[in-house]
Nanobody, 115 residues
Framework: QVQLVESGGGLVQAGGSLRLSCAALGVDFTIDDMYWYRQAPGKQREFVAW???????NYADSVKGRFTISRDNAKNTVYLQMNNLKPEDTGVYSC?????????WGQGTQVTVSS
């Protein structure tokens, strides 16, 4: 059974940095795409970043130049380095991985940015 375990969230002041991790456990197939999403209080979940198996990346306009997504295929893990954080980055960050045309979601990790 595939399980996604996220870590790295927390409370940080504006301008600070955090690094999120999402490890896919119980995987016996090649993971294709890996994603990060976030959901702010009272808002819908939104796309943050995407990385393909070959390393192609794409970002939401709101995080370009501040966030960097990366992955370690040997560890089935995706990372999100978040720099110059802003209060509007506050939310629950969740990862999604796609393999064998199936989507898997993590439970999420809270990121709170104080002004």
């Amino acid at each position: 059974q595939v399980q996604l375990v996220e870590s790295g969230g927390g409370l940080v002041q504006a301008g600070g940095s955090l690094r999120l991790s999402c490890a896919a456990l119980g995987v016996d197939f090649t993971i294709d795409d890996m994603y990060w999403y976030r959901q702010a209080p009272g808002k819908q979940r939104e796309f943050v970043a995407w990385i393909t198996k070959s390393g192609f990346t794409n970002y939401a306009d709101s995080v370009k130049g501040r966030f960097t997504i990366s992955r370690d295929n040997a560890k089935n893990t995706v990372y999100l380095q978040m720099n110059n954080l802003k209060p509007e980055d506050t939310g629950v960050y969740s990862c999604r991985v796609v393999g064998r045309a199936i989507n898997y979601w993590g439970q999420g990790t809270q990121v709170t940015v104080s002004s």
